[in-house]
Nanobody, 121 residues
Framework: QVQLVESGGGLVHAGGSLRLSCTAS????????MGWYRQGPGKQREMVAI???????RYSDAVRGRFAIDRDNAKNTVYLQMNSLKPEDTAEYYC???????????????WGQGTQVTVSS
């Protein structure tokens, strides 16, 4: 069974930084895209950043220029460096990955359990 385990959330003052990590474990063939989503209080879950296996990245307008996503394919890990944090970045952050388990080229979508990021003003 594949698991995504996140770490690195916490409480930080506005303007501060945090780094999130997410590692995939279990039995699988490979990982296609990896990314981060977030869900703030009373809001829908939204995409934050995505990186594909070839390291092409995509960011939401809300975080572009402040956040940076990266991955280490050898470690099956994706990172999210968050700088210049704002109170509106407060949310539960979820790791997402499309993981190949069999011949289905797109893979299957997996989610982490979430890690809380709270930014105080």
């Amino acid at each position: 069974q594949v698991q995504l385990v996140e770490s690195g959330g916490g409480l930080v003052h506005a303007g501060g930084s945090l780094r999130l990590s997410c590692t995939a474990s279990g039995s699988f063939l490979s990982i296609n895209s990896m990314g981060w989503y977030r869900q703030g209080p009373g809001k829908q879950r939204e995409m934050v950043a995505i990186i594909d296996r070839g390291r092409t990245v995509r960011y939401s307008d809300a975080v572009r220029g402040r956040f940076a996503i990266d991955r280490d394919n050898a470690k099956n890990t994706v990172y999210l460096q968050m700088n210049s944090l704002k109170p509106e970045d407060t949310a539960e952050y979820y790791c997402n990955a499309w993981i190949r388990l069999d011949g289905l080229e797109s893979g299957y979508q997996h989610w982490g359990q979430g890690t809380q990021v709270t930014v105080s003003s």
